[in-house]
């Protein structure tokens, strides 16, 4: 199994400029997050998604958006790319059941730098 | 909202302890622990589920005390290996799937 595979690896965005960044498991499974990580800080969420059609905000949601059509997809799209947008972006995925007992699965990361 | 973890930073030589804190302003119902190599993605290290268990893989243990909102790693005999950025990880609520992370403390294993 492939897991949780993200595209692209890494981007260079002019300011301005619009992008997506694709992320898709193959595990079935319900739960799915964008996280992004600035050098040598933590993980922040972004957006999350308990289902296809169903997604809500997380921690800092301003810039982006998201949609899930799939089970398999949840791509996240950065409108108008600002600096402050240059980070490392996560995609996890979580299957179901109780929900503590399940834990994350990590996708690569995409290296975003906006110029 | 975020957990705040304790120390942000610490320099071990191979071979010491060292005990990293979680703490939660809000109730904790659940426990993850990752760690992050340099450059990597996160990675699962252990789960704990209810107040007061400790569980432990090898040299690696942890904690999780409900009422005081806590939660600790324990690494003994560190390794070189064990180098990384560690997080904990948790639902904001309880049934939200709302995964938050703590803010990290970055460990260093010197030879």
């Known amino acids: 199994n492939a897991g949780v595979t993200q595209t692209p690896k890494f981007h260079i965005l002019k300011i301005g400029q619009s992008m997506t960044l694709q992320c898709t498991q193959d595990?079935?499974?319900?739960?799915m997050y964008w996280y992004r990580q600035d050098p040598g800080m933590g993980l922040k969420l972004i957006y999350y998604?308990?289902?296809?059609?169903?997604?809500d905000k997380g921690e800092v949601p301003n810039g982006y958006n998201v949609s899930r059509s799939t089970t398999e997809d949840f791509p996240l799209r950065l409108e108008l790319a600002a600096p402050s947008q240059t980070s490392v972006y996560f995609c996890?995925?979580?299957?179901?059941?109780?929900?503590?007992?399940?834990?994350?699965?990590f996708g690569a990361g995409s290296r975003l730098t906006v110029l | 909202q975020q957990p705040v973890q304790s120390p942000q930073a610490v320099i071990l030589r191979e071979g010491e302890d060292a005990v990293i804190n979680c703490s939660s302003s809000k109730a904790l119902y659940s426990v993850h622990w990752y760690r992050q190599k340099h450059g990597e993605a996160p990675v699962f290290l252990m789960i704990l589920l209810k107040g007061g268990e400790q569980k432990g893989h090898e040299k690696i243990s942890a904690s999780f005390n409900e009422k005081k909102q806590q939660s600790s790693l324990y690494l003994t005999a560190s390794q070189l290996s064990y180098s990384g950025t560690y997080f904990c990880?948790?639902?904001?609520?309880?049934?939200?799937?709302?995964?938050?992370f703590g803010t990290g403390t970055r460990l260093k294993v010197l030879a």
């Open positions: 998604s308990v289902g296809a059609g169903i997604t």
């Open positions: 595990m079935n499974h319900n739960y």
């Open positions: 990880g948790t639902e904001v609520t309880s049934g939200t799937y709302k995964y938050i």
């Open positions: 996890a995925s979580k299957g179901g059941g109780h929900s503590g007992a399940n834990v994350l699965t």
